[in-house]
Structures are given as structure tokens and as C-alpha cells.
């Protein structure tokens, strides 16, 4: 299945509306929904573990073999701020969106 | 999902209780789930997924599952292979237009989870009552006004409907203590053999009116408060899974919401005493319950 | 070689639905359909088909167990009548927008309200929109065929669409003819086996299917089923091209039956048309060249062909059995006339609304009719088009 678009012709649209690449919504980003942005410091993280299961969108990544959380990804991070809150360590703080940048 | 979401960690917990080298095909009714997880050209779902419309999850997957059944046995799939299935409906699409369809796929045995993730409201169509919306909120067609005080009824107990149909396993769940308890059930849920049912406490910022980031406090304010109790009930025997060591009074539930926010008026105390009241209630409905059922 | 028996209406569809030997079936009982489910379940309980079978909490269950077996790569049929269609109606849309190539029986019988048990085609009418092949049937013979045929045309890879066999409530259904049922092994080896290239329970290949579809796309989408159904026209002769060398028995879009050199001529559907030609026969012994067109294809609808199958008559009655309640005519009846006018064919015609609610339609109301087509072929003017036939009326 290629790429299908607004522009695709109806005779290149799966019919249905299925879909067979199934997971494909990695390739549509909702970070530019955001309109708080969470700061990692890493300083203060004692990799509890805590924030990353209560990520709404999954985009706190941890890392395969060390099981450490990474800093944030933005593509997918709408800034609701749930991490930032349940991290007891002050790890995560929130900032206005495009402020500092 | 709108952000702060609390269904996305939900359903992201329930399928990791899934086996890695297990399939499932996942039904969802029609609903905020459904509408943001699945707009064409794009399905967020890495298992097989099923939309069809909003009442009838359950007969869907009904027939999803009695395909597999049928084609197992008659040799026409591998049979190493094991699929699992899985409903997902909101409290819209499972405690009311979806009742029939959810009754009755349960009825029939069919080998499938159904998870209705409870928020209490009719949030996609933009927040109006359900019958699993608690008695004073405020919706929007149970506005809190100057002669009626939002919504007049209490909520509708499924999980106790569901106990009605003899499941070999139905339980309620919140995301709570690190999901540790939403996790484990899922896991008995889907590898329970025939129908399970899983009630599962899903909050909406939007709907209820707190603060994005509160998400954790007030899935924990509503399990401390008993408004939420979190059970089991295997083959008819009730468990509860987590007792509170000093139950919090229900106004801390409560008051983070705006949808209560008139319940604080004053003269409106009597709204939180009947509140509290109806969950002392059913709380020590539960104690009975669980005491009764493993004597 | 066939095998003559006598079976109802309802046993020839069960007896076809057990020799496709289906996946899954999933049904609800309402009257006049009730017994297919019913023989079916006995063919289940004995183990004569593989089948499993759902009985479902309702109608709108078993159209969606019916979506969701289907989706799931499983071969799915079901039945029901009337409000029990009704009460599928959203589903109906959504198994064909899925393009899922589910097979329905449906025993034509009157929608609610008030109650009323027996035939009329209101029922199948109101999913006419629906995006389901429509086959008709005027006897337990064209049930059976009609079902035998439906799957090869349902699954072809350039149609992809529901398809539906009607036939009338109890005037059929339940009336004991003689047939000629076809082996069971060559029944197997005319419907083949169903392979979907893309299927839920495939775990090589996860599929979703039912998306929000917006603006950007539903249009192209529906724009599909209608190329579907289009294309479905051809498949559907050709199947029964292949059914004709296989079991003698011939299948068009329609059948034309004293058609030739017609210049009266009825256009109807199901049973009506066993009764208009025992009435074409008798006034062609009187020498009246009365004829009739009896449409099998409903959708797609052959317009083009009815109307060049029409050019040469000198009037033409289309009988709906549903009222379309528009203070036009019934639905048939628009089909019919839109296709003439859009052909430039100008053959003046009349609609009769008739049967409805099971009200019995003797040859004499058939007679009436082909008297008042005489007349217009004789004034070349039809007036009053929407008329009623057997309709009990008062003298204003």
C-alpha cells in the first residue's frame, strides 16, 4: 500500500477505507498540538519509572537495554502534563510551548 | 485523543497484557477511541481492528470470534496460532445503546474480553449524560440549572449487570499504584477462557472539568474515596482488590471537578451527603458481597 | 444430474445455504424467514455442515456478527423479513460500504406499521439505496438458484458487495413445489472456495478495517461501490452462464416472456409474474399480444436493457408492491420510467401499486390491468399513472 493522500486518485484508495499497514499512525504527529512543553532534567531523575506508564500518548521513550527513560518525543507529546505531575522528584516541569526555543 | 486523555494508558495497559506471540483482533464501538485512534488513511492499532458502529462492538466481535472458531475447526487457520479478542467501548456504546449487543454476546460464551472504559459521559458528541454518569453532574443534557441540580438518577452498576450473566471473570479497575491492578486483570481477563468483562475507570478532562495533569490524583482520589472500588469477581466470587486504610471522604473526589462544582454552594450540602451516602452504600454492598460469596 | 423433490420456499434457500456449507451463519426468527434459521440450526445439530452458527439477540446482531465474520475471512450468511431488515438497516449500509460479500435471505414481507405478517416488498425497497445486489425470485426453484449463483457474484474480486436473495412472504416461502436440487458435490465445486486477500484473522498481515472517513475521502470511497455495482452486471450474467452449462437452467438480468412481439406489457417482480403469465397465456389465446417483463437483477438495476426490451410495446403497467409514499408512484415504477425516458424511449406507462400487506392478487386483477393498458395503447395517453390495484375505495 503507498502513500495515500488527499490528492490520491479513487482508483489508488484501498476500498472500504480499509487499511493494511496496520500502525501507520506513527506517521501522523500530534506534537504540534501542544500547547505546554515538558522539560526533562535528567539531573533530578532517579529513573523511578513512574511517568512514562501514565504518558497518554506514549512519548516517553525508555531505553531498550538500560531501561533509563529518554528525554521526550515531540513528535508525538500534546503537553497535558501528567508526567510532570506524578514525577516526585521534580524531574519534569512544564513551560509555555515555543518560549524558550 | 484530546491531551491528558485518560483512556489512551488504558488501553495501551490491557493490550500489553496480550502475549507477544499472541494475535488479537480488537473491536471498538464508536466513540472517542474509535474517532482518534482510526481516521483513514491511518489505524494506530498494530493488532487486526474492527470498527463497526456505535451499539454493536459486541455482536461484532461476536462474529469475529465465531469465524475463528469455525475456520479453526475446520482446519483452515494454523493451529499453533492463537488469536485473542478484545472489545473496547466507551460507557455510551456499553452501558446503554450497546447494552443488547454486550448482553448478548455474553450470553452466547463467546471466547472475548469486553473493556468499557468508563468516563461517565457521552464525551465524543461533547459531554452529555449516560447512565453511568454519577448522580448531581453537570452535562449538558443534565445541566446543573436553577430548578434541577444536574443529573437527578444514580449511575447504573455494569459490572454488577455483568455479574448477573455468569462470567467466569468481570472486574472493575482504574489506572492505579503504577497500573499494577489494571494489568493483572487484564491478563486473567484475556487469558480467562469464555466471556470476561473488564470496567475500567477512565477519566476525561474535558468532561469533568480538572486539570490536565491531575489525571493520576483524581484515578487515585477516586479509588480512596470508595467512589471507585476496585474488585473481582471470579466464577462468583467476590474479591476485593484494594481496601482502602483510611477511606477518604467523597468530597476530595469531588471537588477537583468542575462538572460538581455547585455542589459546593452553599445549601447544597445535602447534594454531598447524598453522594456520600450512596457510596458508603454500595461500598458495604461490596463488603457483604465479597464476605457472603467466600464463606 | 438434478434431483427432483418438492420443497417450500424456505427449504430451498435452507437446503442451498446447507450445501454452500457456509462459516458462520448468525440469525434472529422473525416470520415469514423464521424456518431458515430453523433448518438451518437442525443441519448444525447433526452435523451436516461446518458451520457455526450464532443465535444472536437480534437482527442488528446478526447483521453485525454477520460484518464481523465476514471481515474476519469467514464465509457469513443470514435471513430475516420485513422489521427484522429494519432493524438491520445500519448495518446493512456498513456491510456494504465494508465491501463485504455477505449473502442474505430475505422473505419479503410487509414493514410495520400496524403489524401485518404477510408479503409486500416494502421491506426490500427500503434498502434499495443500500449498495446490495438485489436478486428477485418467483419460485422455490429461482430461491435455490438465485442462492447457488450469489456467492461466485458477491466475492468476485471486481465486485465485493452483499448480496441479497428476495422471495414472497408465505405466497413462496411457504408453498410446497416441485424442484430440482443439484448435487451437493457439484454444488461445492460451483461456489468454490472463499480466500479474501485481506482478512482480520490473519496475523501475518493485521488489518483494520472501518475508519472515521472524512471529507477528503468517503466520497472516493462510495464512488467505489458505485463501480462495484456496475461492474457487477457482467459478473452476474456470466455466472449464470456457467450455472445454464452446468445445470440447463437460464438466468438474465430479466426474463422476457412474450416480449417479442408484446405491445401490453407488465413489468413485475417474484411471484407476481407466475400469475401475469398464466394471464399472458390466456389472452394470447384471445389474441392480445400481451407480454411480460419479470425483473431478476433489482440492483444494479439493468435500465438500460428494460428500456430497449420495451421500445416496441404500445403500453406499459410496472406493478410495485411497496408504496413509496411520495405522491409519485412506487419505486419500480421510477426506475422503469427514468430508464425509458433516459433511453428517449416514450412508451406511455402506468404504475399500479398492489398486494400490499399481503392482500391476494388473482389473475382477474392482472386481466383489469392488461384492459386499462389496451386502452391506453388505443389513446397513446396514460393518465393518472400512480394508480392502486385491488384497492377497496368509495365512490368519490
Known amino acids: ?101 | 485523543m484530546c491531551a491528558g486523555c485518560g483512556a489512551p494508558p488504558v488501553a495501551r495497559h490491557i493490550m500489553r497484557a496480550l502475549k507477544e506471540e499472541d494475535h488479537a483482533v480488537v473491536a471498538n464501538a464508536t466513540g472517542c477511541m474509535e474517532v482518534s485512534t482510526f481516521i483513514y488513511p491511518y489505524s494506530a492499532w498494530t493488532d487486526s481492528f474492527i470498527h463497526t458502529a456505535f451499539e454493536c462492538a459486541g455482536a461484532t466481535l461476536s462474529g469475529v470470534e465465531a469465524a475463528y472458531v469455525s475456520l479453526k475447526r475446520q482446519g483452515k487457520l494454523p493451529e499453533d496460532k492463537h488469536t485473542k479478542f478484545i472489545a473496547f467501548g466507551g460507557d455510551g456504546g456499553t452501558y446503554d445503546i450497546g447494552l443488547q449487543s454486550l448482553s448478548g454476546a455474553m450470553e452466547r460464551g463467546h471466547d472475548m474480553t469486553y473493556v468499557c472504559y468508563d468516563n461517565g459521559a457521552y464525551m465524543n458528541t461533547g459531554i452529555q449524560r449516560s447512565s453511568a454518569t454519577p448522580k448531581f453532574a453537570d452535562t449538558t443534557t443534565s445541566p446543573a440549572g436553577k430548578v434541577i441540580p444536574g443529573k437527578m438518577q444514580s449511575r447504573k452498576d455494569l459490572a454488577k449487570v455483568m455479574v448477573g450473566h455468569h462470567l467466569p471473570y468481570v472486574a472493575q479497575t482504574a489506572a492505579f499504584m503504577n497500573f499494577k491492578d489494571l494489568y493483572e486483570k487484564a491478563e486473567k481477563a484475556i487469558y480467562t477462557e469464555g466471556p470476561t468483562f473488564l470496567n475500567v475507570l477512565s477519566p476525561c478532562p474535558r468532561g469533568w472539568g480538572y486539570a490536565t495533569e491531575d489525571l493520576m490524583l483524581i484515578n487515585k482520589l477516586a479509588v480512596e474515596t470508595c467512589y471507585w472500588p476496585l474488585y473481582e469477581v471470579e466464577n462468583g466470587v467476590y474479591h476485593i482488590t484494594y481496601k482502602p486504610a483510611k477511606k477518604l471522604p467523597v468530597e476530595e473526589f469531588l471537588k477537583p471537578q468542575k462538572r460538581f462544582k455547585h455542589l459546593f454552594k452553599p445549601g447544597n450540602e445535602w447534594m454531598i451527603e447524598e453522594f456520600q451516602k450512596e457510596v458508603d452504600s454500595r461500598w458495604q454492598e461490596l463488603l457483604d458481597l465479597e464476605e457472603m460469596t467466600n464463606k | 444430474m438434478s434431483i427432483r423433490e418438492r420443497l417450500s420456499g424456505n427449504e430451498a434457500a435452507a437446503t442451498a445455504m446447507k450445501q454452500i456449507n457456509p462459516d458462520v451463519v448468525a440469525a434472529f426468527p422473525i416470520t415469514p424467514s423464521t424456518e431458515i434459521p430453523q433448518y438451518f440450526s437442525t443441519f448444525v445439530a447433526n452435523g451436516v455442515v461446518d458451520t457455526e452458527f450464532v443465535a444472536v439477540e437480534s437482527e442488528h446482531s446478526a447483521m453485525s456478527a454477520c460484518i464481523g465474520a465476514e471481515a474476519a475471512g469467514s464465509r457469513a450468511m443470514t435471513a430475516t423479513s420485513a422489521n427484522g431488515l429494519s432493524l438491520m438497516w445500519e448495518m446493512i449500509y456498513i456491510a456494504s460500504s465494508l465491501r463485504l460479500p455477505i449473502v442474505l435471505s430475505l422473505v419479503n414481507r410487509a414493514v410495520s406499521g400496524p403489524l401485518n405478517i404477510h408479503c409486500d416488498h416494502s421491506d426490500a425497497m427500503g434498502v434499495r439505496d443500500a449498495g446490495w445486489i438485489m436478486l428477485f425470485s418467483e419460485n422455490n426453484q429461482e430461491a435455490y438458484d438465485n442462492t447457488l449463483m450469489a456467492h461466485r457474484i458477491a466475492e468476485n474480486e471486481k465486485v465485493l458487495l452483499p448480496l441479497m436473495v428476495c422471495q414472497d412472504g408465505f405466497i413462496t416461502s411457504h408453498s410446497i413445489e416441485n424442484i430440482e436440487l443439484e448435487e451437493d458435490s457439484e454444488v461445492k465445486k460451483f461456489v468454490g472456495e472463499y480466500h479474501p486477500k485481506h482478512y482480520l484473522l490473519n496475523d501475518k498481515e493485521p488489518i483494520a478495517v472501518g475508519p472515521l472517513d472524512l471529507q477528503s475521502y468517503l466520497f472516493e470511497h462510495k464512488a467505489q461501490q458505485a463501480e462495484a455495482m456496475k461492474a457487477a452486471k457482467d459478473v452476474i450474467l456470466d455466472v449464470a452462464k456457467d450455472f445454464e452449462k452446468w445445470t440447463g437452467r437460464h438466468y438474465g438480468l430479466f426474463e422476457e416472456y412474450m416480449l417479442d412481439d408484446c405491445d401490453l406489457a407488465i413489468v413485475c417482480m417474484n411471484s407476481t409474474a407466475g400469475t401475469t403469465k398464466a394471464v399472458v397465456n390466456e389472452l394470447r389465446k384471445n389474441g392480445v399480444k400481451a407480454g411480460l417483463l419479470k425483473i431478476r437483477v433489482y440492483r444494479p438495476f439493468p435500465g438500460e436493457e428494460v428500456a430497449k426490451a420495451l421500445e416496441n410495446v404500445k403500453a406499459v403497467a410496472v406493478l410495485d408492491k411497496a408504496d413509496s409514499l411520495n405522491a409519485v408512484g412506487g419505486a419500480l415504477f421510477e426506475d422503469v420510467v427514468s430508464s425509458m425516458y433516459v433511453a428517449g424511449n416514450k412508451v406511455p406507462t402506468v404504475n399500479y401499486v398492489y398486494g400490499i400487506g399481503g392482500r391476494d392478487t388473482t389473475t382477474n386483477d392482472i386481466k383489469s390491468v392488461y384492459n386499462d393498458l389496451a386502452e391506453i395503447a388505443k389513446t397513446g395517453k396514460a393518465e393518472n399513472p400512480y394508480r392502486y390495484l385491488g384497492l377497496r375505495k368509495g365512490e368519490n
Not at chain 1, 484508495?13 to 506513527?26: F, V
Not at chain 1, 501542544?34 to 500518548?57: A, I, M, N, T
Request: proline content about 6%; glycine content about 10%; charged content about 25%.
Open chain 1, 1 to 101: 500500500m503507498s502513500e495515500i493522500t488527499n490528492k490520491t486518485p479513487m482508483d489508488d484508495l484501498t476500498i472500504g477505507g480499509n487499511i493494511y499497514t496496520s500502525g501507520n499512525a506513527k506517521n501522523f504527529k500530534t506534537g504540534d498540538w501542544r500547547s505546554q512543553r515538558p522539560v526533562f532534567h535528567e539531573d533530578k531523575c532517579k529513573q523511578c519509572g513512574l511517568c512514562f506508564p501514565v504518558c497518554p500518548e506514549n512519548a516517553i521513550p525508555v531505553g531498550k537495554e538500560d531501561l533509563k527513560r529518554k528525554n521526550f518525543n515531540f513528535d508525538y507529546c500534546k503537553g497535558c502534563g501528567v508526567c510532570s505531575k506524578v514525577c516526585p522528584f521534580g524531574a519534569i516541569t512544564m513551560e509555555e510551548e515555543g518560549v524558550n526555543l
